[in-house]
Nanobody
């Protein structure tokens, strides 16, 4: 019943920027942690960033200083501003929401960083 819908992926040149958005719907409970994972071809899924309902954030060291997570609790949305993108950032990015100790996932959106 809980649904997360992602948008904002695409093709961008190295050094460029993209902004991913994720909207959660259908939850009768408040959302605790929201965040982003990514999975590149041939690699394990990797935690990129998380943000709590109180605004506390975590970033993987590889994106620290380049990516910024934010959320709008009233709208149950989370965004990931990605700046200074590198080819190594190429992956499918998945939105995460944690509700009553259960995890819910978006469908994923492709981010490709290439010249």
């Amino acid at each position: 019943q809980v649904q997360l819908v992602e948008s904002g992926g695409g093709l961008v040149q190295p050094g460029g920027s993209l902004r991913l958005s994720c909207a959660a719907s259908g939850s009768p409970f408040s959302i605790n942690v929201m965040g982003w994972f990514r999975q590149a071809p041939g690699k394990q899924r990797e935690l990129v960033a998380t943000i709590t309902s109180g605004g506390s954030t975590y970033y993987h060291h590889s994106v620290k200083g380049r990516f910024t997570a934010s959320r709008d609790n009233a709208k149950n949305t989370v965004s990931l501003q990605m700046n200074s993108l590198k080819p190594e950032d190429t992956a499918v990015y998945y939105c995460l929401a944690t509700i009553t100790n259960r995890e819910y996932w978006g469908q994923g959106t492709q981010v490709t960083v290439s010249s």
